[in-house]
């Protein structure tokens, strides 16, 4: 009996110092993981990288935090580093194996997921150049006031001030996030990930192609609105000049109309069937047979 306890108590004696040792590598490794979390926490959130990303991902409404999670990854990543290193202090090779394991394939993929990163970087660096050059020389354009005024004009007989919306914003957000689709097969490529590629590519191909049709449609419906607006204030004027407005109020037309006046009507009426040939026209560039 004496002789087992001694081998028991030989055996704990040797297993202490082993036992000692994986505790103060788990205590210190998670100490450390912590600290360097939270270093990469602070980094990341000085770099204002995060609100971007956040933006990217709903903004304010789904209260994301990008900071936080990579801290929980640094932070867990590390943590299963010093589980192996605890293990295998301990000699439970059978525990550590599968960590290694999975570690491996973390780190294997780390060059992927750097190089993913670089584009990602690269493309925001990019779009967001085309997208402030694009909406200066907009601004410089003053596109949208042009609009709004012609908006007004067009709405004053009717006594309203209708707002045209922003056109300048809108294009430019077009080419920040047309540059990101452009960049997404590369950084598929980069992960590897075979399967989303080749139906991301064909996407992108179909955009890029359909973009000559577009870019014809928006000219011709543009310039024919131009003429059509054009048209509508000549044929206006012409009656207003000629009295046309006048003669409704004699012969009792502008109970019929309200506030409109013969003139406004008739240059609407002229306004829309102007239009309408012109809408065609930019339906069949689009090649949209069965809308057209």
Do not use: C, H
Request: hydrophobic share 60%; proline share 3%.
């Amino acid at each position: 009996m004496n002789q087992v306890l001694d081998r028991t108590l030989e055996a704990i004696q040797g297993y202490v110092p082993s036992l000692v040792a994986a505790v103060g590598v788990l205590v210190g490794g998670w100490l450390v993981a912590l600290i360097i979390a939270a270093m990469v926490r602070a980094i990341f959130k000085r770099t204002t990288l995060d609100n971007k990303i956040a933006d990217w991902l709903g903004g304010e409404k789904a209260k994301v935090e990008p900071e936080k999670l990579l801290a929980r990854i640094v932070f867990w990543i590390l943590m299963i580093v010093v589980l192996v290193g605890f293990f295998q202090v301990l000699g439970l090779t059978s525990m550590s194996e599968p960590l290694n394991q999975f570690l491996d394939q973390v780190f294997a993929f780390l060059p992927s997921l750097i190089s993913a990163g670089v584009l990602l970087l690269l493309a925001w660096m990019v779009a967001t150049g085309l997208r402030f050059a694009v909406r200066r020389g907009l601004e410089l354009t003053k596109l949208d006031e042009r609009l709004g005024d012609s908006v007004r004009d067009e709405e004053a007989e009717e006594g309203e001030a209708a707002k045209a919306p922003s056109l300048t914003r809108t294009l430019s957000e077009t080419v920040y996030w047309l540059v990101f689709l452009l960049f997404l097969p590369a950084v598929l490529d980069a992960l590897s990930l075979e399967g989303l590629l080749a139906p991301v590519n064909s996407l992108v191909d179909e955009i890029l192609a359909f973009l000559p049709n577009l870019l014809g449609a928006a000219l011709i419906v543009a310039i024919g609105w131009l003429v059509a607006r054009i048209v509508r204030r000549i044929v206006t004027n012409l009656l207003r000049a000629v009295g046309a407005d006048n003669l409704s109020e004699r012969v009792g037309i502008e109970r019929v109309l309200g506030r409109q006046r013969l003139s406004g009507v008739v240059g609407l009426v002229v306004y829309i069937l102007l239009l309408v040939p012109v809408v065609i026209a930019g339906l069949n560039a689009l090649q949209l047979a069965a809308v057209t």
